[in-house]
């Protein structure tokens, strides 16, 4: 009855026959040894083009781009929304027939495309790259250079997101659900890092940093 009742749900959420099949096969016990194909990611990221764009690069701002991102924290999300630690209605309806396997998978794939090439609003660079580099240590607010690197890439191997290239209406609507404490389970390590970083961010901090972001490459 769970078999197929999920396999309905699948079959209503995605349009792609690969995705269904796998779905449909008994989830795989976790073990770390998952390893990510980027040609059957390529394949399973039919369903994710209408609002990621062809190629990871999404055309509406609110949609985050995928291209460039490391595997582990694409696959890491797709985990999260579907347990829903990380909340969003749109997406956990899309991650919820994933197996692991898949998410390694897009993981892959998206991992092997271009990162987009943004830009800032040259009115907010100067405060956004002073937060940037520098933080403000007066309210506590660590640098985002130490974690996602000086150009943004981040760091895969420790799942610290590439940010660079990002829309600036995204990272504005993250940064403040990190602040509530909305992104999703307070409990999470990674969660609790970008918290402690965005609690006292000032919104204009916020504006100023996000759209500097933007314009990193
Ligand atoms: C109907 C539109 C839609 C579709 C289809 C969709 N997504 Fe998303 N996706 C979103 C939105 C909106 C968000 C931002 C959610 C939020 O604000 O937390 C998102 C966020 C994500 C994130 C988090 C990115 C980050 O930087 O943290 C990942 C990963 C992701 N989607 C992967 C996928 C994959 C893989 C597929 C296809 C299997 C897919 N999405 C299909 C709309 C969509
Ligand atoms: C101590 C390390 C650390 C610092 C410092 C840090 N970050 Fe992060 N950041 C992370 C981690 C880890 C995640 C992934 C968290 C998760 O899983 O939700 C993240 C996630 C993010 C995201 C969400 C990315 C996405 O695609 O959804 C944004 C935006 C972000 N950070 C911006 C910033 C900004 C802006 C600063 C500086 C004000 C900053 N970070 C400082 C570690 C850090």
């Not at 995705?19 to 394949?43: C, E, M, Q, R, Y």
């Not at 909305?182 to 402690?196: F, H, I, S, V, Y």
Request: charge should be neutral.
């Amino acid at each position: 009855m769970k078999m197929l009742l999920s396999a309905a749900i699948v079959g209503a959420l995605l349009s792609t026959s690969a995705l269904a099949a796998s779905a449909a096969k008994p989830a795989a016990a976790h073990s770390d040894a998952i390893v990510g194909d980027a040609a059957a990611g390529s394949a399973k990221a039919a369903a994710c083009v209408a609002c990621h764009g062809p190629n990871g690069v999404s055309a509406n701002p609110l949609w985050p781009n995928l291209a460039g991102q490391g595997a582990a924290y694409t696959a890491s999300q797709l985990a999260a929304f579907k347990s829903g630690a990380r909340k969003d209605a749109v997406m956990a309806g899309m991650a919820a027939g994933l197996s692991e396997q898949d998410m390694a998978d897009l993981g892959a794939h998206f991992a092997k495309q271009p990162a987009r090439i943004g830009s800032a609003n040259p009115d907010m660079i100067t405060e956004g790259q002073a937060i940037y580099r520098s933080g403000d240590n007066d309210n506590s607010i660590s640098a985002c250079a130490a974690c996602h690197g000086p150009a943004g890439k981040g760091v895969a191997s420790a799942g610290f997101p590439q940010i660079a290239g990002q829309h600036a209406v995204y990272v504005t609507a993250q940064l403040k659900a990190y602040r509530s404490a909305e992104r999703g389970n307070a409990k999470d390590p990674k969660q609790l890092m970008m918290q402690n970083v965005a609690k006292n961010l000032t919104d204009a901090q916020i504006d100023a940093v996000s759209s500097y972001i933007e314009g990193l490459n």
